[in-house]
């Protein structure tokens, strides 16, 4: 494909933005890098009543910390004078005219074809109206504060059907006279969806048009205006729909189709990304790279990914595939970058904050730090000052082969590693024992040298020699005096990670 390739991700701001709107902004991101070409972020706000800059704002910020960069910015809200531009066009080429029927009238109309189990279709009556009737009926919507709608007309047209090339789908034909007229322009002079979504295609130059297959339906009315405008019209692209594992559609009052779901879990930017991207066999799959379907960025993402691969039938969306991709990508990602995102993407944010999530150990236990009166909480920033930059590296780096999320990951750093108080122990002989044979070994840097895994392991077999402890029962008397749980990672890691200071402390009875 040429350099001039530009695509659009249009949400409109009646809402949050979900993790299946997510999935189009990806695609249409991936798209344009692959051909080196445009991504430009459109607010469909024509919906006065509903839309709020709020959700704007959301929505845009969404974008931003899943890190998927567009090039330009548009709000509709502010292109009436563009839309009123190409309407006087059609105006001009006689493809338009004027509906005065109120919508109390076209509501009886739809309910009649419900009856009578038919699809709607506009019956046309006002393109035949003479002078007086039209003027009779102005009158009486100017009386209820309103003007006649601008509607398109399909006979000047003269269209039986619409045929266009999906990238997803293939071939697609709709018949023409199931369309009706449609609306441009209503009566209280808000210009409608496909409109004003067509029109900004056309002048902002967008190629390709990547959305759900939802919208499929309005292509042939959009394919339509192009021909009476007299454009080229843009390739489109109708990917499927997320569905969750019971087959149902995820839609915005799921809870696990909500964005802030996975962000307080823990996931990160990339692996929602990942996992989303694989969604749908959307990629070239004969590179023993890409054997297990992880990426390692979005350069590599774009590379293998192919538009016209997608599956037309309905992608699964399961959280615990999801989980698996988030894993990997934990053990991938350099801990640097790990760091700068736990910081950043999580704390910072207060997406996830230690008091959320545990209510026992580091606000009553750090006393130095005023918690209740701070914002947010920066555990990396706390955790680093406790035990220094390259200290907190080898821990972190620990954690993130360890466990799946990063709220996972935080929670052990501040139920394990800067908890200043006591856990429980199972045996006060055992915890006296590890105390006297612990605090006089030598070292407390994480080296070989120095308090490391052999050297804790050669007293624990001691204790056990000299004093007829079961070598299990030490182990999880240790474990239970260092993390308060009886269960999770090489305890003889975590012990050499906390430094042999902090282990005495929490082994003093």
């Not at 695509?7 to 080196?36: C, D, E, M, Q, W």
């Not at 499929?216 to 454009?231: K, V, Y």
């Not at 122990?425 to 070292?443: P, Q, R, S």
Request: charged letters at 30%.
């Amino acid at each position: 494909m040429n350099n001039n390739i530009r695509v659009r991700f249009a949400p409109s701001p009646t809402g949050h933005l979900h993790i299946g709107g997510l999935r189009t902004a990806l695609f249409n991101y991936l798209f344009a890098k692959k051909n080196n070409g445009k991504l430009i972020l459109r607010i469909d706000d024509t919906d006065i009543t509903r839309s709020k800059k709020e959700y704007e704002d959301l929505i845009i910020s969404d974008i931003k910390w899943f890190d998927i960069k567009y090039d330009e910015f548009y709000r509709q809200s502010e292109r009436k004078d563009i839309y009123e531009k190409y309407l006087k066009i059609l105006e001009e080429k006689g493809y338009v005219y004027e509906c005065f029927c109120t919508e109390e009238e076209l509501l009886r109309s739809k309910e009649l074809s419900i009856n009578l189990k038919k699809p709607y279709i506009y019956n046309g009556r006002c393109l035949h109206l003479n002078g007086a009737e039209k003027e009779n009926l102005r009158k009486k919507l100017a009386d209820a504060g309103l003007v006649p709608s601008i509607r398109l007309n399909m006979l000047k047209l003269g269209c039986e059907q619409v045929e266009f090339e999906d990238m997803v789908h293939g071939k697609v034909v709709f018949n023409v006279k199931l369309l009706g007229d449609f609306v441009l322009k209503t009566s209280d002079n808000r210009f409608t969806y496909n409109f004003a979504s067509i029109v900004d295609d056309i002048d902002l130059g967008i190629t390709h048009i990547i959305r759900g297959e939802d919208h499929i339906s309005n292509t042939p009315r959009q394919i339509l205006l192009c021909r009476a405008l007299g454009t080229g019209c843009p390739m489109f692209a109708h990917i499927s729909l997320l569905y969750g594992k019971d087959g149902k559609l995820m839609s915005k009052r799921d809870f696990n189709a909500n964005l802030e779901h996975y962000k307080k879990e823990g996931y990160l930017p990339q692996a929602v990304l990942n996992y989303l991207a694989i969604t749908g066999n959307t990629f070239i799959v004969n590179d023993e790279r890409f054997s297990d379907e992880i990426f390692t960025s979005f350069d590599e993402m774009a590379h293998y990914f192919d538009i016209k691969r997608t599956k037309s039938s309905g992608a699964i969306f399961s959280e615990e595939k999801l989980k698996f991709v988030n894993e990997k990508w934990l053990q991938q990602l350099n801990t640097d970058d790990l760091i700068y995102a736990i910081k950043e993407k999580f704390i910072l944010t207060d997406y996830i904050n230690v008091s959320d999530i545990n209510s026992i150990n580091i606000s009553s236990s750090i006393n130095n730090t005023d918690i209740e009166s701070a914002e947010i909480f920066d555990v990396i920033d706390y955790a680093e000052k406790e035990y220094g930059k390259e200290r907190l590296r080898c821990i972190i780096d620990f954690l993130k082969n360890e466990y799946k999320t990063v709220k996972e990951i935080i929670l052990e750093l501040d139920n394990v590693f800067l908890y200043k108080g006591k856990y429980n122990y199972f045996d006060k002989d055992i915890t006296e024992l590890l105390f006297e044979n612990l605090k006089e070994t030598t070292g407390n840097k994480p080296e070989a040298s120095g308090f490391n895994e052999i050297l804790i392991k050669n007293a624990i077999q001691k204790i056990s020699k000299e004093n007829k402890k079961n070598i299990k029962d030490i182990y999880e008397n240790l474990r239970m005096a260092l993390t308060g749980k009886t269960n999770g990672p090489s305890i003889l890691k975590i012990a050499v990670l906390l430094g042999k200071e902090r282990v005495i402390s929490k082994l003093t009875i």
